[in-house]
């Protein structure tokens, strides 16, 4: 990135003291007539030549990621891309997609429902991981660390266990990219050892024992990687959005119309 001193807003008679121009200021991008740079890149030389996931971390971190940086991002972003239609951000693209709005404002109505109980599990696991490391640095033992951690969270621990799978088929192959680059001093392997560490102890004492999830290993990804907490569920909106821009796409192409939650010959249940 070439590094040029800070711009002032320029002067114009339009915009005598500059407060115009500055009201929007930003690190971000740069557009003038014949030019557009993206965190101070020429755009022309990122075309063609940067993938999507690289661009991802340029505009968010203000330099392209490494080739390990760049690997474990596009993995935690691939795993998470579709969970069916049993989610209720697809299910609401699909109905969204029957009632005669466009495919934007159907990936709205998707993205909007990704709320603290439906989407939030990765960023609240990073601050759970960032609790055991807190606790740890402060002198406790890992598994100390991880106990107390779990004791003053919350009662759906985020990262950890899922109502569908008893062994999510995301976990292994993301921590195995995770180990390996921490083998490879690619990232540090901290925010791993403690997320290892909540899953022992939560087996602890219990005939089944609770795993990680895809939110516990992104959020694991993520951490390593020096995204902060609220970035990872940001980059999980990015994930999720392409999933639900394919349901949305499908169900706008099957000819129905106002398609509710439940098949129309099943009525909901009255409550008097």
């Not at 990122?46 to 996931?53: A, P, Q, R, Y």
């Not at 621990?157 to 799978?165: A, D, I, K, N």
């Not at 951490?223 to 949305?248: D, W």
């Not at 099957?254 to 010959?265: A, C, E, L, V, Y």
Request: hydrophobic share 45%; with cysteine; charged share 20%.
């Amino acid at each position: 990135m070439t590094d040029r001193p800070a711009q002032e807003a320029p002067v114009t008679d339009i915009d005598p003291t500059g407060a115009v121009a500055d009201w929007w200021a930003t690190a971000v991008s740069r557009m003038e007539p014949g030019v557009i740079e993206l965190r101070g890149r020429p755009v022309q030389d990122l075309i063609g030549t940067t993938s999507l996931t690289s661009m991802i971390w340029l505009m968010l971190r203000g330099d392209l990621p490494a080739p390990r940086q760049a690997a474990l991002l596009e993995a935690a972003l691939v795993a998470a891309v579709d969970h069916g239609p049993q989610a209720p951000s697809i299910a609401i693209a699909r109905m969204a997609a029957t009632c005669g709005v466009g495919l934007n404002n159907a990936v709205a109505s998707a993205v909007n429902t990704l709320g603290d109980a439906h989407g939030g599990a990765g960023e609240q696991c990073v601050l759970l991981l960032d609790d055991v490391l807190r606790r740890e640095d402060a002198g406790l033992d890992l598994r100390t660390a991880a106990g107390e951690a779990i004791a003053d969270g919350p009662r759906y621990l985020p990262g950890f266990g899922h109502r569908f799978h008893p062994r999510d088929p995301r976990r292994d192959p993301l921590l195995a990219l995770v180990e390996d680059a921490v083998r490879d001093g690619a990232v540090p392997g901290r925010h791993l050892r403690a997320g290892k560490a909540i899953e022992a102890r939560l087996a602890e004492g219990r005939a089944k024992p609770v795993p990680m999830n895809i939110d516990g290993a992104t959020a694991i990804i993520y951490a390593e990687l020096g995204f902060p907490a609220p970035l990872a569920r940001g980059l999980f909106v990015l994930s999720r959005s392409i999933g639900v821009l394919a349901h949305a796409w499908e169900e706008s192409q099957s000819g129905q119309r106002n398609k509710g939650p439940i098949p129309r010959t099943v009525l909901p249940a009255y409550r008097a």
